[in-house]
């Protein structure tokens, strides 16, 4: 039996991590686990397991311990074949890191699975048998008592000896084989005929025949009822057939020995059985390459301090591999697939390790290759072979791949870091393009990741309060009056300090956080509006912000705006949405719907950064806009050092948007002369570095009260 969780052993150094490793393996096989067992009796029993599993990796010799725990997970109820998959890809993945053991532990480690998966196997035979034999003991015993006045009871009893699938073998005291059943004969290759007087000691591995002996005499002297030992049989061919045999002895009614009852199961298929579950568990099924499990391994196994000094991890991600699933089925995505393996093992095969590790990702881990643009011909060899195309019929089916190298010195490294950089080598390849390589970059792998990490940590600022609304003068191009304030959402990193959310749109609505962060602004900038509301009426500068995609987006944009502008206290006068001119085209009828019902509402609506997208004034006229603002490239015509032709086409633009009839406005205005250039052009409102920095909301008071 498996001490108890908790129960120090000597040399147990790992102790206090027991319990950890313990709860983590519970989690793992806890949906498969059919036996009545709580779940602190559960992570109880694992603890004890893991201590003896530890103790077998640490120690060489025979792994009794292993052993040992994985009979008791039968003798525990844990008997599924799933509980001992599940638990042997654990252990298998996890012991060695979990306890800070050395990668050169690895190789004890499969046979510290291999004797806790035999340990189970006999568990499970010694259970399985345990009730066989008390079935066919209490079978006998009937039958005994049953002879004298019912011999249908032989018949009955004949009947399952005969049918059993399990070798049963009957012998007399003295030795003598008295009869067999058809699983006997089948085990040892033999026939009736052959066995006819046989002695049970002719049918033993001659070596093995002593302990024979001691087990009859253990029977006859220890009041046992059976005896368990692995014995080597001899099969009809003369080779040895190694059994797990079960001897009980049956007495007659004086309660005197009377003859042996032997079960035999064949060891042989068992051990091949764990061989073949072992091998699943760490194979892909469909293309026969190593699972992501054992690959993530072997590059474990190489950042060790006895791995290769260098190595390359190549990745292939088949491009658009979807669309032959859905155009062909899955049984030809898989012709494919193979297809695919048998081309890396053409060229990898000799040089390095492969594995399927994605459901269309092929992994190669080359231990110290030659160089750089060795690994890059390997990889540019195989997608020439991709494009030779799989037929199916009349169809030639042909896939490309995008492929990420990482090169790199391997002693030191970190293995979850390497698939990390792979699998952005591998975006890389893909964003570029596809169907071709990209080779690993840590100083792009650097620049990206800064506005990625800041993309994923917005919820956090959100919650710390490190996000705040500024406020950027709109003044008029005539007399410098205040006709508005911009909102301007400003995130005061407590790292990488003030950070434009703007310049992170694309990122955070990959987050699914723009519509939250939209949500915020809009309500903090409001709430600053309504408060200069209250205070000066109509004297108050109108509030304009930016409308992002994500927002417009939303099914419940008018709703929300209006219960905002509600509880705020600000007007819908008040406040007026731009919308990016890019993003006009891209809006469906119904958010354009959306957009026009704001403006129902009292909502203004503006065309933001006009002149940087093509839309025909059809599509303008659609919705019901209050103002044009210019920005960027349409400025470069009033700055003082502007070409000609860029002041013909600011000209031509801003004449273009007077025919709407609708007030233009100005950003990015630096110097003085610019604003009465734009002031001649028709421009009514400017805003921009000439009017300092963006305020924040105490500031806007501060310059209301003393207008």
Known sequence: MVEEAGAARPGDESGDDRGEFARRWAATIGSTVVADLQRPRLEALLAGFTTDLHTALRHDGPATAAQRAGRAMVEHGLRSASTLERSLAFVGDHLLDHFGLPADRAKRLMGVLAAFAAGFADGLRVHTLDE????????????????????????????????????????????????????????????????AGTTSRALVHPDDQAALTRLAERLRTDDRDQVHAELRLLGGDGEPVTALVSIALVRDDEDEPA???????????????????????????????????????????????????????????????????????????????????????????EVGQLARIGPDEFGVLIRDPVDVPAVVTYAEEVLDLLAEPVWVGEDGIGVTASVGIVVR??????????????????????????AQWALYDPERDRRERTPM?????????????????????????????LLAVEARL??????????????????????????????????????????????LGAAAPV???????????????VAEVRRVLRESGLPA???????????????????????????????????????????????????????????????RGITADATPMDEDATAALLSWARTLGLPLH??????????????????????????????????????????
């Open 132 to 195: 066989q034999e008390q079935s066919q003991t209490r079978a006998l015993r009937l039958t005994r008592s049953a002879e004298a006045k019912l011999r249908a009871s032989e018949a009955k009893f004949r009947a399952v000896f005969r049918t059993s699938p399990a070798a049963i073998a009957v012998t007399g005291l003295g030795g003598e084989l008295l009869d067999c059943n058809t699983a006997m004969l089948d085990m040892l290759g033999r026939d009736a005929e052959e066995l």
């Open 490 to 535: 400003r995130w005061e990193h407590p790292a990488e300090g003030p950070v434009d959310p703007l310049e992170l749109g694309p990122l955070v609505a990959g987050t699914g956080m723009a519509a939250r962060l939209g949500a915020w602004a809009l309500e903090q900038a409001c709430h600053d509006a309504g408060r200069w509301h209250a205070e």
């Open 453 to 481: 990490r800041l993309a994923a940590s917005v919820a956090g600022g959100l919650e710390q309060g490190d996000f705040r609304v500024d406020y950027e003068p709109v003044r008029s191009s005539a007399d410098r009056s």
């Open 259 to 349: 003859y042996y009852v032997a079960v035999l199961e064949d060891l042989d298929e068992v051990r091949a059985l764990q061989a073949r579950l072992l091998h699943q568990s760490l194979h892909d099924v469909q293309t026969g390459l190593a699972n992501r499990g054992q690959f993530v391994g072997w590059l474990e196994n190489a950042v060790g301090t006895r791995g290769p000094a260098a190595l390359a991890l190549v990745v292939f991600d088949l491009d658009g591999f979807r669309v032959v699933n859905d155009a062909f089925g899955h049984e030809i995505g898989n012709r494919v697939l193979s297809a695919a393996a048998a081309h890396l093992r053409s060229v990898f095969g």
């Open 543 to 557: 509030l304009t912000m930016n409308l992002t995609a994500r927002q417009c987006q939303e099914p419940e944009l």
């Open 666 to 707: 100005a950003a990015g205005v630096r110097t003085e002369d610019e604003v009465a250039r734009l002031a001649g052009l028709g421009v009514s409102g400017v805003q921009g570095p000439l009017f300092g920095e963006p305020l924040s909301a105490d500031g806007v008071a501060a310059i209301l009260g003393k207008s």
């Open 409 to 434: 010195a391997a002693r030191g490294a970190d293995a979850t870091e390497l698939m990390r950089c792979v699998d952005v080598t591998v975006r890389w390849a893909k964003e570029d393009g596809k």
């Open 573 to 635: 006068s008040g406040l007026r949405l731009e919308l990016d001119e890019v993003l006009l085209g891209r809006l469906g009828e119904e958010q354009l719907e959306e957009l026009a019902i704001l403006t129902e509402h009292g909502v203004g609506l503006a065309l933001d950064r006009v002149g940087n997208a093509n839309h025909g004034i059809d599509r303008l006229r659609r919705l019901p806009l209050c103002g044009l603002k210019f920005e960027g490239a349409p400025m």
